[in-house]
T-cell receptor, first 114, second 117 residues
Framework: EAQVTQNPRYLITVTGKKLTVTCSQNMNHEYMSWYRQDPGLGLRQIYYSMNVEVTDKGDVPEGYKVSRKEKRNFPLILESPSPNQTSLYFC?????????????FGPGTRLTVL | AQKVTQAQTEISVVEKEDVTLDCVYETRDTTYYLFWYKQPPSGELVFLIRRNSFDEQNEISGRYSWNFQKSTSSFNFTITASQVVDSAVYFCALSEAVRNRDDKIIFGKGTRFHILP
């Protein structure tokens, strides 16, 4: 089944404890992206990747890192999480980098930073 | 700069009413794409429709229809005879034609749509 998977789905952690949220897609998509969703703010792009070893900042990259060593994986790393990073996170992918392609979203990861 | 505005934060209607969700966008490009996504209470994001800037034909899919008007930079979404299954947050999004390293996909803040009991 074609899909985008994220793990974990739920995570409660404490300030400063490094964490990684994994994202994987099995559709051979070139483009992958991370978003955070916050009440009243909608979806905001954190980082995106147009292909392997190519990553760029979105609108809210501060406090996050990503890597794209393989086409299928695009992990989101929080080196020192803070409470303002408590949010719902979505990974997404699309076939090509052309803006015409719709995105396929993962199921979301709800992160709470205490 | 790109911008997507969904002015309606929340809409509530009774079942079987028609409702239109507004989406107004700004872009400097002549070639761009507009999208609608649905986020039901279960939380996943589901693609509904894509429209390119050169195709102003309205689209109908069952009870859903979309009205794209370049003159007013709007891409509105109408649900006819709304049902409980339509309850969701709906997002409008804008993307330019070729994603280069300066282009981003911009989402509106979403409109939460409720069916009143």
């Amino acid at each position: 089944e074609a899909q985008v998977t994220q793990n974990p789905r739920y995570l409660i952690t404490v300030t400063g404890k490094k964490l990684t949220v994994t994202c994987s897609q099995n559709m051979n998509h070139e483009y992958m992206s991370w978003y955070r969703q916050d009440p009243g703010l909608g979806l905001r792009q954190i980082y995106y990747s147009m292909n392997v070893e190519v990553t760029d900042k979105g609108d809210v990259p501060e406090g996050y890192k990503v890597s794209r060593k393989e086409k299928r994986n695009f992990p989101l790393i929080l080196e020192s999480p803070s409470p303002n990073q408590t949010s719902l996170y979505f990974c997404a992918s699309s076939l090509f980098t052309s803006g015409s392609n719709e995105q396929f979203f993962g199921p979301g990861t709800r992160l709470t930073v205490l | 700069a790109q911008k997507v505005t969904q002015a309606q934060t929340e809409i509530s209607v009774v079942e079987k009413e028609d409702v239109t969700l507004d989406c107004v966008y700004e872009t400097r490009d002549t070639t761009y794409y507009l999208f609608w996504y649905k986020q039901p209470p279960s939380g996943e994001l589901v693609f509904l429709i894509r429209r390119n800037s050169f195709d102003e034909q309205n689209e109908i899919s069952g009870r859903y229809s979309w009205n794209f008007q370049k003159s007013t930079s709007s891409f509105n979404f109408t649900i006819t005879a709304s049902q409980v299954v339509d309850s969701a947050v709906y997002f409008c999004a804008l993307s330019e034609a070729v994603r280069n390293r300066d282009d981003k996909i911009i989402f509106g803040k979403g409109t939460r749509f409720h069916i009143l009991p």
